[in-house]
Nanobody, 116 residues
Framework: QVQLVESGGGLVQPGGSLRLSCAASGSIFSINAMGWYRQVPGKQRELVARIMPGNVANYADSVKGRFTISRDNGKNTVYLQMNSLKPEDTAVYYC??????????WGQGTQVTVSS
């Protein structure tokens, strides 16, 4: 069984920064993609950023140039550095990890609120 523990959410003013972390533990032999998604009430969960082995990353257009995804393979952890935050970035952020060639797990979600 694999568990993901997220941290780093909170309340921040527009223009501010936050850094999210997601650490995976359990029966993990290999990790493929790691990603961050977000969801607001009444809307579908959407991809924010994803990073592959070798650090190839892709981003939603709405966050390009402001967010940076990274990973520490030794710690089975993925990060999301969020800068220049906007009110429309307010959402619950979830990490997703693809592991062991076909399995995947979601984090519990962390609330990010951007408001003055």
């Amino acid at each position: 069984q694999v568990q993901l523990v997220e941290s780093g959410g909170g309340l921040v003013q527009p223009g501010g920064s936050l850094r999210l972390s997601c650490a995976a533990s359990g029966s993990i032999f290999s990790i493929n993609a790691m990603g961050w998604y977000r969801q607001v009430p009444g809307k579908q969960r959407e991809l924010v950023a994803r990073i592959m082995p070798g650090n190839v990353a892709n981003y939603a257009d709405s966050v390009k140039g402001r967010f940076t995804i990274s990973r520490d393979n030794g710690k089975n952890t993925v990060y999301l550095q969020m800068n220049s935050l906007k009110p429309e970035d307010t959402a619950v952020y979830y990490c997703l990890v693809d592991y062991n060639r076909g399995d995947y797990a979601w984090g519990q979600g962390t609330q990010v609120t951007v408001s003055s």
